[in-house]
């Protein structure tokens, strides 16, 4: 008798079906696997690996542009910072009067600041409210710079070497730009007054 004939007729029938697929196998002498589909739990297993490959792959480039956005703001305020500085700076030391006085405007005529006549007029003068404005009081219409706003403070400085009588001669001036509540750019210059 046989030998693969000789067991009973499950064992029968399980040889025979893997003498037909060893016939369907492209390559003989390698046994091929049944051919069955993807089971549920295999792909939810590739969709999971699927995703941590994609996100992976694109975390780099959504981090970039954001990085890229941030820059991008962070210039304006810097540009805008220097433009208020350079507007502050172009005032004189002293008054139309020949006198320094205490920071913030000298009179109620000086109630904007295209009539600040000297650098301690700008002490207090901010935008938050407002918004910012150019040097004429024309609101800016920057998309990139919504929401931003500076504000200016004026200070009086001695050094320790200075003659005690000479308590005016040096002008601390301080630009702050904001984005909102979060402080962006502080700029500070030095100015001495002109002999």
């Known amino acids: 008798m046989d030998v693969k004939f000789s067991t009973t007729f499950t064992t029968r029938r399980c040889v025979v079906r893997l003498r037909r697929s060893a016939a369907v196998c492209a390559r003989p002498g390698i046994a091929c696997m049944r051919r069955r589909g993807l089971t549920l739990v295999e792909s939810l297993m590739a969709a999971v690996v699927l995703s941590i490959v994609a996100t992976s792959a694109l975390l780099p480039f959504t981090a970039g542009a954001s990085h890229a956005l941030a820059a991008i703001r962070l210039q304006k305020a810097t540009a805008y910072g220097q433009a208020m500085m350079e507007e502050v700076l172009a005032r004189p030391f002293y008054g139309p009067d020949g006198t320094t006085n205490p920071p913030g405007p000298d009179t109620a005529f000086e109630d904007r600041r295209q009539r600040y ?43 320790p070497d200075q003659q005690a009588a000479d308590t005016n001669s040096y002008i601390l001036v301080r630009v702050r730009v904001w984005d909102g509540n979060a402080l962006m750019v502080t700029l500070h210059r030095l100015v001495a007054r002109e002999y």
Request: overall charge negative; aromatic content about 14%.
């Open 117 to 159: 006549d000297d650098l301690d007029d700008f002490s207090g003068f901010t935008e938050q409210i407002t918004g910012m404005r150019d040097y004429i009081n024309q609101p800016i219409t920057d998309p990139d710079a919504a929401g931003l706003w500076r504000d200016v403070t004026i200070t009086y400085v001695s050094f």
